[in-house]
């Protein structure tokens, strides 16, 4: 699982090419000032690609690492260990207490200097905090607990499906 999240978060750092697609003169369309002015030039398909394959490859990188830090971060813990489970509670509060941050401070500081200063700073702080936090994610590689897989994770999918195609049916109570 922490090849999967390293891997995962080296895409999540694609931020850097959308902040250097807006640092670039090269990267952006001249501005125009009339809309649908036929004097206007538009975007170069070099310009696109690099704009989707940025978009394309920090999506992939969002769903595969958020998708997996909750429950590598419940790795941890030892479940059976009354205070490592107290831990685990104040661990996911802190965990989900941040990410709220996060989504306020994008919501409005971010929001406000883009609109202050220009779209690039925005794209710099976010590509800052995300090298920040993949170095200290990396930093502690060595006093991660690592807990083997039991069995295929395919079968324990398969065993949903099945379970929930045979209580399609059921009444609720």
């Not at 931020?15 to 002015?37: E, F, G, M, N, R």
């Not at 969002?62 to 813990?77: E, H, M, N, P, W």
């Amino acid at each position: 699982m922490l090849v999967l999240q390293v891997a995962f978060s080296c895409f999540y750092a694609e931020v850097i090419v959308l902040t250097i697609s807006t640092a670039l003169p090269t990267l952006q369309p001249p501005k125009c000032t009339i809309v649908d002015s036929p004097t206007c030039i538009s975007v170069t398909a070099t310009q696109l690609i690099v704009l989707y394959i940025a978009f394309y490859l920090t999506a992939l990188g969002i769903s595969g690492l958020k998708s997996s830090v909750s429950g590598f971060g419940s790795d941890q813990f030892d479940d059976t260990d009354e205070q490592e489970k107290n831990q685990m509670t104040k661990f996911f509060s802190w965990f989900f207490f941040f990410i709220n941050i996060g989504s306020l401070m994008a919501v409005t500081v971010l929001v406000y200097i883009q609109g202050n200063l220009g779209r690039q700073w925005g794209y710099r702080i976010c590509a800052c905090a995300i090298v920040i936090s993949h170095v200290l994610f990396l930093s502690g590689i060595v006093k991660y607990q690592y807990k083997k897989l039991v069995g295929s994770s395919l079968t324990h999918i398969t065993v949903v499906f099945v379970a929930t195609e045979r209580k399609k049916g059921v009444e609720l109570p």
